[in-house]
């Protein structure tokens, strides 16, 4: 009790100068040392799972494309991969191609970004500037593809709505060997002796702990659990393309073994592109039914999906009722996966790597906002509001 | 009196230089980083917008020493900065104003520190216990440094008979000898932790404490702490270069040729670091000044002394 006194509570959120996004951390500090944490989420629940109940399968897949303004072709993939597993739609193979690449082209500049926000985390913010550029060259591309950078509506019911022509493969194709030269610098800057130091050692997720707290996608990755939904449950053109990409694996557990691996799965989408581009199946992009129609005629049933977005495995669980409207929609975001490990990463870390764990994790508050998570001091207690729940969250 | 009045007189030039430096900073921070940055008298717009804004202060401060710490932390800096100018335009001697100088630029940022860290805000409190750990940690070596330089100067401690040798000698301390060159090289070391930038940003780190100690500072309690930093940052590269890089000239030449030079140092240890580097932890910055300048210091420190004694 006495040493209760010495420790001091230091708010950390839901406004703070290391946050893009409100979430409110509460840390227990001894000194330097953080003692315990709590987070709580709410800030900018949006209600998008209850919304989703009064729309149509049509509204709703614009609706999921606005759940995270990164990962913005990750959550429509994985919602129309159900509804059409429901229907027994098979898209055309090219529009499967299309999906992957438009999926790799996405991971590529998460991770750019990524990078910069880790930097400037760290005081680099040269590092941030530079990685915030290369990435304008993939916006740049998928804007000519899309018609947009971030909202990109490429999918839609058994297949995508644009085509690739030559002029855009060739685009694509400079873009991505531009991106891979300057990948090259940005590797050796992540190299950099402060920002290593800064790194290493930081936040360390122990092996045995990220398969017990459920980690998914790089996080769990860089504390070596081997396992990506593109490999190992290939979903879109991904089991055609088995061989062209490996899945990158490191054990150190802490957030430089984050960084790398975050760095070198970019440098694996390159290759993934180019794989693409070069085996492209002819043929059609979509089925020829009128969207509407084919949305009527999904039927009744549920179905579970999941994809690997940039920071993690995606879940999407979903109830149509026969009448293009669905029952239920649930999403469950990596972001949210990882938040029980992030909770370990911080016990017993230092104040100053509290941002830098932080964004380790990559966390993408908004479409993490299912639940309330709250961690007591004794005994590391989490609930979990049931009423919210069963309201539909969102 | 005279000293008084030279001294009051040349702390707007002072302050002046100092501002042009921090908005060539900004401009040659923004190229490196391929931006096209702010213009060059941003400084003094910032001042002018600080300046005319109402102040705030928090119900939880400790209202003189929060209201006053800044007003007394900038004077401080100023008085740091124009004394080492009038020393060197006039050549004054003056008895220990070397340890003034230290002095009155330490306490710049002491008073900085305590006033924001009286505002009540626990990133203040938390960015005042790093400050205080790492200005210990490179106040040393950089007075070990200071001491080399008046040891070459014959054991006075009087800025002006350190420019008199150097006059003399047709040199910068730091070119005529090893241990004076090792002397500028752990003082050098030492800036970007007393400027407060990356690698040795921990006070003010933004994504860590908030701005630390400046959190609950706004409108012209900001302005003055920005003019301490800029000027205590200016008036330190400017001490560097009279200790150890002075180049005899004629007055008004030699003192011009300082401000270069405390320019072209400033740049070296501020901008450059604070530009390709990222940030270190607080114990690792303690850990580095105690280490690397600080064993520099101390070398050079010895070797002056041998020489010293190998002269007489």
Same mark, same amino acid.
């Given at each position: 009790?006495?040493?209760?006194?010495?420790?001091?509570?230091?708010?950390?959120? &839901?406004?703070?100068?290391?946050?893009?996004?409100?979430?409110?951390?509460?840390?227990?500090?001894?000194?330097?040392?953080?003692?315990?944490?709590?987070?709580?989420?709410?800030?900018?629940?949006?209600?998008?799972?209850?919304?989703?109940?009064?729309?149509?399968?049509?509204?709703?897949?614009?609706?999921?494309?606005?759940?995270?303004?990164?990962?913005?072709?990750?959550?429509?993939?994985?919602?129309?991969?159900?509804?059409?597993?429901?229907?027994?739609?098979? &898209?055309?193979?090219?529009?499967?191609?299309?999906?992957?690449?438009?999926?790799?082209?996405?991971?590529?500049?998460?991770?750019?970004?990524?990078?910069?926000?880790?930097?400037?985390?760290?005081?680099?913010?040269?590092?941030?500037?530079?990685?915030?550029?290369?990435?304008?060259?993939?916006?740049?591309?998928?804007?000519?593809?899309?018609?947009?950078?971030?909202? @990109?509506?490429?999918?839609?019911?058994?297949?995508?709505?644009?085509?690739?022509?030559? #002029?855009?493969?060739?685009?694509?194709?400079?873009?991505? @060997?531009?991106?891979?030269?300057?990948?090259?610098?940005?590797?050796?800057?992540?190299?950099?002796?402060?920002?290593?130091?800064?790194?290493?050692?930081?936040?360390?997720?122990?092996?045995?702990?990220?398969?017990?707290?459920?980690?998914?996608?790089?996080?769990?990755?860089?504390?070596?659990?081997?396992?990506?939904?593109?490999?190992?449950?290939?979903?879109?053109?991904?089991?055609?393309?088995?061989? @062209?990409?490996?899945?990158?694996?490191? #054990?150190?557990?802490?957030?430089?073994?984050?960084?790398?691996? #975050?760095?070198?799965?970019?440098?694996?989408?390159?290759?993934?592109?180019?794989?693409?581009?070069?085996?492209?199946?002819?043929?059609?992009?979509?089925?020829?039914? &009128?969207?509407?129609?084919?949305?009527?005629?999904?039927?009744?049933?549920?179905?579970?999906?999941?994809?690997?977005?940039?920071?993690?495995?995606?879940?999407?669980?979903?109830?149509?009722?026969? #009448?293009?409207?669905?029952?239920?929609?649930?999403?469950?975001?990596?972001?949210?996966?990882?938040?029980?490990?992030?909770?370990?990463?911080?016990?017993?870390?230092?104040?100053?790597?509290?941002?830098?764990?932080?964004?380790?994790?990559?966390?993408?508050?908004?479409?993490?906002?299912?639940?309330?998570?709250?961690?007591?001091?004794?005994?590391?207690?989490?609930?979990?509001?049931?009423?919210?729940?069963?309201?539909?969250?969102? | 009196?005279? =000293? $008084?009045?030279?001294?009051?007189?040349?702390?707007?030039?002072?302050?002046?230089?100092?501002?042009?430096?921090?908005?060539?900073?900004?401009?040659?921070?923004?190229?490196?980083?391929?931006?096209?940055?702010?213009?060059?008298?941003?400084?003094?717009?910032? %001042?002018?917008?600080?300046?005319?804004?109402?102040?705030?202060?928090?119900?939880? /401060?400790?209202?003189?020493?929060?209201?006053?710490?800044?007003?007394?932390?900038?004077?401080?800096?100023?008085?740091?900065?124009?004394?080492?100018?009038?020393?060197?335009?006039?050549?004054?001697?003056?008895?220990?104003? =070397?340890?003034?100088?230290?002095?009155?630029?330490?306490?710049?940022?002491?008073?900085?520190?305590?006033?924001?860290?009286?505002?009540?805000?626990?990133?203040?409190?938390?960015?005042?216990?790093?400050? =205080?750990?790492?200005?210990?940690?490179?106040?040393?070596?950089?007075?070990?440094? *200071?001491?080399?330089?008046?040891?070459?100067?014959?054991?006075?401690?009087? !800025?002006?008979?350190?420019?008199? =040798?150097?006059?003399?000698?047709?040199?910068?301390?730091?070119?005529?000898?090893?241990?004076? /060159?090792?002397?500028?090289?752990?003082?050098?070391?030492?800036?970007?932790?007393?400027?407060?930038?990356?690698?040795?940003?921990?006070?003010?780190?933004?994504?860590?404490?908030? $701005?630390?100690? !400046?959190?609950?500072?706004?409108?012209? $309690?900001?302005?003055?702490?920005?003019?301490?930093?800029?000027?205590?940052?200016?008036?330190?590269?400017?001490?560097?270069?009279? !200790?150890?890089?002075?180049?005899?000239?004629?007055?008004? !030449?030699?003192?011009?040729?300082?401000?270069?030079?405390?320019?072209?140092?400033?740049?070296?240890?501020?901008?450059?670091?604070?530009?390709?580097?990222?940030?270190?932890?607080?114990?690792?910055?303690?850990?580095?000044?105690? *280490?690397?300048?600080?064993?520099?210091?101390?070398?050079?420190?010895?070797?002056? %002394? %041998?020489?010293?004694?190998?002269?007489?």
């Amino acid at each position: 009790m006495t040493r209760e006194r010495e420790l001091m509570r230091v708010p950390f959120g &839901p406004i703070h100068p290391a946050l893009k996004e409100p979430v409110k951390l509460t840390l227990l500090v001894d000194g330097e040392e953080v003692v315990d944490v709590s987070i709580e989420l709410g800030y900018v629940h949006r209600g998008i799972e209850a919304l989703a109940e009064t729309r149509n399968i049509v509204q709703v897949l614009h609706l999921v494309e606005r759940v995270c303004g990164i990962c913005s072709h990750a959550h429509p993939l994985c919602f129309i991969q159900a509804i059409e597993s429901i229907g027994g739609i098979e &898209p055309p193979e090219r529009a499967l191609y299309i999906r992957s690449l438009v999926a790799e082209l996405e991971r590529m500049q998460s991770h750019l970004m990524w990078l910069g926000v880790m930097s400037y985390q760290a005081g680099l913010l040269t590092l941030f500037m530079y990685a915030l550029r290369v990435r304008e060259g993939i916006l740049d591309v998928l804007e000519e593809f899309t018609g947009n950078r971030v909202i @990109k509506e490429v999918n839609t019911i058994g297949g995508v709505r644009r085509d690739l022509d030559d #002029r855009i493969i060739a685009r694509m194709r400079s873009a991505v @060997k531009e991106l891979r030269r300057a990948l090259k610098l940005l590797i050796e800057a992540v190299h950099d002796k402060t920002l290593e130091s800064r790194l290493e050692g930081v936040g360390v997720l122990e092996h045995g702990e990220a398969v017990e707290l459920c980690a998914v996608g790089p996080v769990a990755r860089a504390s070596g659990v081997d396992f990506d939904v593109r490999r190992d449950d290939p979903y879109a053109a991904y089991s055609q393309l088995r061989g @062209k990409f490996s899945v990158i694996v490191r #054990r150190g557990g802490d957030a430089l073994s984050r960084t790398e691996v #975050r760095i070198l799965e970019v440098l694996e989408s390159t290759e993934l592109v180019e794989a693409i581009l070069d085996e492209l199946p002819q043929g059609e992009v979509r089925l020829g039914k &009128p969207l509407l129609r084919l949305s009527r005629e999904i039927p009744a049933g549920e179905d579970v999906s999941r994809v690997e977005a940039p920071r993690g495995e995606l879940l999407y669980y979903v109830r149509t009722d026969g #009448r293009e409207f669905l029952n239920r929609l649930r999403i469950r975001t990596p972001t949210l996966a990882n938040f029980p490990a992030l909770m370990a990463m911080l016990r017993g870390s230092e104040l100053a790597d509290v941002p830098i764990i932080l964004s380790s994790i990559d966390p993408c508050i908004a479409c993490a906002e299912r639940v309330t998570l709250v961690d007591a001091r004794e005994g590391a207690r989490r609930t979990v509001r049931l009423s919210e729940l069963r309201r539909g969250g969102g | 009196m005279e =000293l $008084h009045l030279a001294t009051a007189a040349s702390a707007p030039i002072v302050l002046l230089v100092s501002l042009v430096y921090e908005g060539v900073d900004r401009k040659l921070r923004a190229r490196m980083q391929g931006r096209v940055g702010p213009p060059l008298l941003q400084p003094f717009y910032d %001042l002018v917008k600080l300046f005319s804004k109402d102040r705030i202060i928090p119900f939880t /401060a400790a209202y003189p020493l929060f209201n006053y710490a800044p007003l007394l932390s900038a004077s401080c800096a100023l008085a740091g900065g124009a004394l080492v100018f009038v020393v060197l335009v006039t050549g004054l001697q003056l008895a220990g104003d =070397l340890l003034l100088v230290f002095y009155l630029l330490s306490s710049s940022s002491l008073l900085a520190m305590v006033g924001g860290a009286s505002s009540g805000n626990p990133y203040a409190a938390i960015s005042l216990s790093r400050g =205080l750990s790492v200005l210990l940690s490179y106040k040393l070596p950089m007075l070990l440094s *200071v001491l080399t330089a008046a040891i070459k100067a014959g054991g006075t401690l009087s !800025l002006a008979s350190v420019i008199a =040798l150097q006059a003399e000698a047709g040199g910068g301390i730091a070119t005529l000898s090893l241990g004076g /060159a090792l002397a500028l090289l752990a003082f050098m070391l030492c800036m970007p932790a007393e400027g407060e930038v990356p690698p040795f940003d921990v006070t003010t780190a933004k994504t860590e404490v908030v $701005h630390g100690f !400046l959190i609950e500072y706004g409108g012209p $309690h900001l302005a003055l702490v920005k003019i301490a930093k800029g000027v205590s940052r200016f008036s330190t590269a400017l001490l560097a270069a009279s !200790l150890f890089l002075y180049t005899p000239a004629r007055p008004p !030449l030699a003192a011009m040729l300082c401000l270069l030079e405390a320019m072209c140092i400033a740049v070296l240890t501020i901008t450059v670091p604070g530009t390709v580097l990222g940030r270190v932890k607080p114990s690792q910055v303690v850990r580095f000044c105690l *280490v690397a300048p600080t064993s520099i210091a101390i070398l050079s420190l010895a070797i002056s %002394l %041998l020489e010293a004694g190998g002269l007489a």
